[in-house]
């Protein structure tokens, strides 16, 4: 089984910072398929990245994903106040076929 | 514009059956890989099952194998979660989720409440 871990639990930063949000596997994530959500009180996930580094459709530029193999990164180069959220990493075609990691808190000061 | 609309949960006693579905709109629905996606209450995010284009292959999670069936009706652009002997540790928000190229779920629905309770 595949088991995805994030760090850290909550990240608390100001507008304008610059977030790192780790997520690591167990182990090797096959063909790199490996996505980041962003989930808001109340709504449903949003898809931000996906295969560790494209960009989905309508998302900022200031989100961006990297990695491979059991090592990805997240990193939001300017927060704005509507990025707080959970942050949740997913990977693809292990077993179970998909597993989401615990998530991270970011919070806005 | 993709619509996935959920619809069906509610409040159920412990081994109970539940049906829930989902209407799809927006996309080619017959040629996409779906999937449903649970969250319970304060929790993260858990995949349950997700079926292949053509309904001819499912997968499922262990924790819900011989109790919930994934289904749809590519005639009607609907995919279905039958639920039953439903536990106290299913009640979650069930969302539906369209799985993209690179088994990520690029579009969800707003989420259907399941409350398994006495």
């Known amino acids: 089984e595949i088991v995805l871990t994030q760090s850290p639990g909550t990240l608390s930063l100001s507008p304008g910072e610059r977030a790192t949000l780790s997520c690591r596997a167990s182990q090797s994530v096959s063909g790199n398929y490996l996505a980041w959500y962003q989930q808001k009180p109340g709504q449903a996930p949003r898809l931000l990245i996906f295969g560790a580094s494209s960009r989905a459709t309508g998302i900022p530029d200031r989100f961006s994903g990297s990695g491979s193999g059991t090592d990805f990164t997240l990193t939001i180069s300017r927060l704005e106040p509507e990025d707080s959220a959970v942050y949740y990493c997913?990977?693809?075609?292990?077993?179970?076929?998909?597993?989401f990691g615990p998530g991270t808190k970011v919070e806005i000061k | 514009e993709v619509q996935l609309v959920e619809s069906g949960g509610g409040l159920v006693q412990p081994g109970g059956s539940l049906r829930l579905s989902c209407a799809a709109s927006g996309f080619p629905f017959g040629s996409s890989w779906m999937s449903w996606v649970r969250q319970a209450p304060g929790k993260g995010l858990e995949w349950v099952a997700n079926?292949?284009?053509?309904?001819?292959?499912?997968y499922s999670v262990d924790s819900v194998k011989g109790r919930f069936t994934i289904s749809r009706d590519n005639a009607r652009d609907s995919l279905y979660l039958q639920m039953h002997s439903l536990r106290a540790e299913d009640t979650a928000v069930y969302y539906c989720?369209?799985?993209?190229?690179?088994?990520?779920?690029?579009?969800w629905g707003q989420g259907a409440l399941v409350s398994v309770s006495s």
């Open positions: 997913q990977q693809y075609g292990g077993s179970p076929l998909f597993t």
């Open positions: 989720a369209k799985v993209g190229g690179s088994g990520h779920f690029d579009y």
């Open positions: 079926i292949r284009l053509d309904g001819s292959e499912e």
